[in-house]
């Protein structure tokens, strides 16, 4: 009788993790951003319609790089976790907080019971009053969750666009800057065209647009305008 092969569950993890942090390299880059007006998510996709960038509840954002088919199901999950919960509670108990840490569950239940990883890096985003109450969530594939500030990038050329958003990122920065920064950031050292898709969470939806809901989309051709305005407007 054959022994089955040992593998040590050191190892195991260890091949899971380079396997996931493979497939995650090849995802294009991904910059979530806060900044005076609200929080910019910028993009690197050349689909119109596989958004890598969702809305999840009121002021609260997702955005994620690796395989969509995984990455879209965990959205929809948040989706229906914060409806369900802001159905039964109240819409305030609907916090970034609550719903990165049951992603971090999914995604370690995932990496450690499964055959295979989730080859996949999120971000939940909730904006707040102002920049220092923004909360950007960092989720890897393994369930670790990190609470980070100023920005997040994701991606297969992480390291090299969070170079460039370190040297240009500015607390008082209007959209405009910041969606500048991050696409040059994401654009650095590149000979193609990049397609960018593009969103944000507005600070203060509620009194510009009488909505509570901050999430909303850049169009084309706001886009450009953003890209093309090579003049600073703090006064707005």
């Not at 899971?16 to 005076?36: E, H, L, P, T, Y």
Request: charged share 30%; aromatic share 8%; net charge negative.
């Amino acid at each position: 009788m054959t022994q089955p092969f040992y593998v040590s569950p050191e190892q195991l993890m260890k091949d899971r993790a380079d396997f996931a942090r493979k497939g995650i390299a090849r995802g294009r880059s991904v910059v979530v951003v806060s900044c005076r007006e609200g929080i910019a998510l910028v993009a690197e996709n050349p689909s119109p319609s596989l958004h890598k960038i969702g809305e999840i509840y009121d002021r609260i954002a997702f955005a994620a790089v690796g395989k969509y088919n995984e990455f879209e199901s965990l959205r929809q999950a948040g989706v229906r976790y914060a409806d369900v919960r802001g159905y039964s509670y109240d819409r305030e108990d609907v916090t970034g907080r609550g719903l990165a840490s049951v992603y971090a569950q999914s995604l370690g239940a995932v990496f450690t019971a499964e055959q295979k990883p989730f080859e996949v890096e999120l971000t939940v985003a909730e904006v707040g009053g102002g920049v220092e109450e923004d909360h950007l969530f960092r989720l890897t594939f393994d369930g670790s969750i990190a609470d980070e500030s100023r920005f997040v990038v994701m991606g297969g050329a992480a390291e090299r666009v969070a170079e460039t958003m370190v040297r240009g990122w500015d607390a008082q920065a209007s959209y405009g800057e910041a969606i500048r920064l991050a696409a040059a950031a994401l654009r650095e050292d590149r000979t193609d065209p990049v397609s960018l898709e593009v969103a944000v969470l507005d600070r203060d939806a509620e009194t510009a647009r009488g909505v509570r809901r901050a999430f909303r989309r850049i169009t084309e051709d706001e886009l450009h305008r953003f890209l093309d305005d090579s003049t600073t407007d703090r006064a707005s």
